[in-house]
């Protein structure tokens, strides 16, 4: 999500040991476009606007990693983007999700509700940067049943 130049994905493929994952680059519509550039380096991406679903079957994604995704320019709310993401990932998968520690605090209050194991932490900027990183893991919560007599 907001992939820039596919460097995570970069990342994933020079990776010692290596993992064999498969990584989707996925481009705002309304951002810059660096498509070219991710096709380049001999990545896969695609245009999407996070306002809609994603044209993939619920349940699809083991991690989404979401890199400034919240605080770039579009006409959604949080919770609809977060919506998606829970519709998309695994139960037992991981979100990833860096941006600002105000931003991170509203996704934090949402992602308690969809009952997510959440862990905040700092970047590579140290305790005191701009951007910190909230480590998602949806779980296999369902609501309880109530018994009836």
């Not at 079957?57 to 579009?74: C, G, V």
């Not at 829970?86 to 860096?98: H, Q, T, V, Y």
């Amino acid at each position: 999500m907001n992939a820039g130049y596919g460097g995570f994905a970069a990342a994933i493929i020079l990776a010692k040991p290596s993992v064999p994952w498969w990584v989707l680059n996925v481009i705002l519509i309304d951002g810059p476009d660096r498509l070219a550039v991710i096709f380049d380096r001999g990545l896969i991406g695609v245009y999407h606007d996070w306002c809609t679903a994603l044209d993939a079957y619920p349940r699809t994604f083991d991690m989404i990693h979401a890199s400034r995704l919240f605080s770039a320019e579009h006409k959604c709310q949080i919770i609809d983007i977060l919506l998606e993401m829970d519709r998309l990932l695994r139960p037992g998968g991981f979100a990833l999700i860096r941006d600002g520690k105000e931003i991170l605090q509203q996704i934090k209050i949402i992602a308690d509700l969809f009952h997510w194991k959440m862990t905040l932490d700092n970047t590579e900027s140290g305790p005191m940067g701009y951007d910190k990183v909230l480590y998602c893991q949806k779980t296999f919560w369902r609501p309880k049943v109530g018994t009836h007599a």
